[in-house]
T-cell receptor, first 109, second 113 residues
Framework: KNEVEQSPQNLTAQEGEFITINCSYSVGISALHWLQQHPGGGIVSLFM???GKKKHGRLIATINIQEKHSSLHITASHPRDSAVYIC???????????FGQGTRLTINP | NAGVTQTPKFRILKIGQSMTLQCTQDMNHNYMYWYRQDPGMGLKLIYYSVGAGITDKGEVPNGYNVSRSTTEDFPLRLELAAPSQTSVYFC????????????FGPGTRLTVT
């Protein structure tokens, strides 16, 4: 079993829908990252969080340390949100990122 | 700022050939990383560096070498290319380690045949 599991692996939705991508991990962590990989391949860091919730525009990331779970939400989704979203965690004491396999999101107009 | 730049963007190698993937950052970051991304798999750390002159192995270092002679540059060397090294390679940098935001280069798509 991978240390970081994302669900769903693929998600297709219509423009305007509320999107949720989930990330579960099996180890104690010191931080969690959400990344976005564009269709052209470039990777951008969206959030780094170790507790609670962060918001940036239409994107919201939450984390529940006790349940070892994080979610990435997109409100009022748009075709330009189509990308692969990647969750990555840093194990306590390890100081190295462990990546999930990514969730491919497609938003249709 | 250009951020993190990588060259080349694409490369096809024959088995046994050598090449160097270049990575440069202009943000004065101490930490730099090399990852590989295989289809359907998460990114895996190959090597990392916490500053000029200091490098260390990541999760999948076999078949690769790195050097860090300056803060800006972190080249990745493949000595004897093998088909298993066909992948997309990403270089990244961060200010204070992986717990902080990482900035990624555009990637190099390498095919070994």
């Amino acid at each position: 079993k991978n240390e970081v599991e994302q669900s769903p692996q693929n998600l297709t939705a219509q423009e305007g829908e509320f999107i949720t991508i989930n990330c579960s991990y099996s180890v104690g962590i010191s931080a969690l990252h959400w990344l976005q990989q564009h269709p052209g391949g470039g990777i951008v860091s969206l959030f780094m969080l170790s507790s609670g919730k962060k918001k940036h525009g239409r994107l919201i990331a939450t984390i529940n340390i006790q349940e070892k779970h994080s979610s990435l939400h997109i409100t009022a989704s748009h075709p330009r949100d189509s990308a692969v979203y990647i969750c990555a965690v840093i194990s306590q004491g390890a100081q190295k990122l462990v990546f999930g396999q990514g969730t491919r999101l497609t938003i249709n107009p | 700022n250009a951020g993190v730049t990588q060259t080349p963007k694409f490369r096809i190698l024959k088995i046994g050939q050598s090449m160097t993937l270049q990575c440069t950052q202009d943000m004065n970051h101490n930490y730099m990383y090399w990852y590989r991304q295989d289809p359907g798999m998460g990114l895996k750390l190959i090597y990392y560096s916490v500053g000029a002159g200091i490098t260390d192995k990541g999760e999948v270092p076999n078949g690769y070498n790195v050097s860090r002679s300056t803060t800006e540059d972190f080249p990745l060397r493949l000595e004897l290319a093998a088909p298993s090294q066909t992948s997309v390679y990403f270089c990244a940098s961060s200010n204070q380690g992986q717990i902080y935001e990482q900035y990624f280069g555009p990637g190099t798509r390498l095919t070994v045949t």
